[in-house]
């Protein structure tokens, strides 16, 4: 989760201010060639790195519900640090061996080729696929959507003869949290690899963009608003858990005040 997390922060500034930053300039790559090459470099390789990332973390939860002493002889204490391995080599290699994604003004984002949508420009557009974006994507919305799938029906089986409100509950955020990832990751996935062959529309494109995005962005929001663990951290690291307590003591002062005063009024009145 911790390397996931820099990977996300890392992305969110090239896919969202960077690219706002060209967007707003109407830059080309012919402006800033070296900067939008390294950024490019960046993107498919922390994108990469995001994608092999999601799927470990995956097999872990999978392998924590079928077989706990598999995932601790494999995740236990220091080793976890060395599935840090695979994710950052990966991403180096996807930075360094794959082509690079180059920003395009006319579609406002990413793609293997500059002239995307310069219909003044006859090119080769297949010069600028990239076999490896492709086995990617295609390899991680397969793998992602099975391994979710696992998930879900694990914990129902799991919790199949268990009729309390809080497994029904956990049951609703884990169904929830996997179609939410796992709809991101695949149009992101999806749309991408289909703008690298075709020209895509531009309402397509934007909603790529978006869920590309969103893959990055959204599980702030899903864990916050389903993991009860997270949400309970944050509220502790935010402060607002004193506040609350605040909140309360001076509530109950208050309201011990008004029995108070409505006991002592009852006891002074005339008979």
Request: glycine share 6%.
């Amino acid at each position: 989760m911790f390397l996931l997390g820099l990977f996300d922060m890392v992305t969110l500034t090239l896919n969202c201010i960077i690219t706002g930053y060209l967007t707003i300039k109407g830059a080309t790559f012919c402006c800033y060639p070296t900067f939008i090459y390294f950024c490019g470099a960046a993107i498919i390789g922390f994108w990469s790195g995001t994608c092999l990332t999601s799927v470990i973390l995956g097999i872990n939860r999978a392998l924590d519900l079928w077989f706990p002493n598999v995932t601790r002889t494999l995740f236990a204490g220091a080793r976890a640090y060395l599935w840090y391995l695979p994710p950052i080599l990966y991403t180096i290699f996807m930075a360094t061996e794959g082509k690079v994604f180059l920003f395009a003004k006319r579609g406002y984002t990413w793609y293997t080729s500059p002239y995307e949508d310069i219909e003044e420009l006859a090119y080769r557009k297949y010069e600028y696929h990239s076999g490896l974006h492709t086995f990617n994507n295609f390899s991680v919305m397969v793998l992602t959507s099975l391994i979710y799938v696992i998930l879900v029906v694990s914990v129902w089986y799991k919790c199949r003869n268990v009729s309390t409100q809080k497994i029904t509950r956990i049951q609703k955020q884990l169904i929830y949290q996997s179609y939410a990832i796992c709809f991101f990751i695949i149009v992101a996935d999806g749309i991408y690899v289909y703008a690298q062959y075709y020209s895509a529309p531009p309402f397509l494109v934007t909603i790529g963009h978006w869920c590309w995005v969103s893959c990055h962005a959204s599980a702030v929001v899903i864990y916050v608003t389903c993991n009860e663990t997270v949400k309970s951290g944050v509220i502790q690291l935010l402060g607002f858990d004193k506040i609350k307590v605040s909140f309360s003591t001076r509530t109950s002062q208050v309201m011990e005040s008004t029995q108070w005063v409505t006991q002592s009024a009852r006891t002074n009145e005339p008979i």
